[in-house]
Nanobody
Framework: QAQLVESGGGLVQPGGSLRLSCAAS????????LGWFRQAPGKEREGVSC????????YYTDSVKGRFTFFRDNVENKVYLQMNSLKPEDTAVYYC???????????????????WGQGTQVTVSS
């Protein structure tokens, strides 16, 4: 059964860094559009970033631009979200998701995504 598994979450102080990873089983990530979402306590899940590996287009929500980077490792069939200069407001459960989409662009709307990981907790606190 195709699935995604996130890892790399944890507790970090403000200003610190974490790298989240998302591994796929039973399907090859480079053929899919990938996204990262997060859900903070008491809030709706929001799209953080997405990337279409066919045309290279990448989206970051304004609050993470310049701090987060979404990249992949073809050999390991994984994608990563490098998170730098973390802030307390980045605290959330982070989810990796995928869909088999178009050749151009990507979306951070949940309705497009057919595959989801179980989430990994990121806590930014001193």
């Amino acid at each position: 059964q195709a699935q995604l598994v996130e890892s790399g979450g944890g507790l970090v102080q403000p200003g610190g860094s974490l790298r989240l990873s998302c591994a796929a089983s039973e399907f090859t990530l480079r053929y899919y559009t990938l996204g990262w979402f997060r859900q903070a306590p008491g809030k709706e899940r929001e799209g953080v970033s997405c990337r279409n590996w066919k045309d290279g287009s990448t989206y970051y929500t304004d609050s993470v631009k310049g701090r987060f980077t979404f990249f992949r490792d073809n050999v390991e069939n994984k994608v990563y979200l490098q998170m730098n200069s973390l802030k307390p407001e980045d605290t959330a459960v982070y989810y990796c998701a995928a869909y088999l989409g178009s050749d151009y662009g990507c979306y951070v709307e949940e309705r497009y995504y057919g595959y989801w990981g179980q989430g990994t907790q990121v806590t930014v606190s001193s």
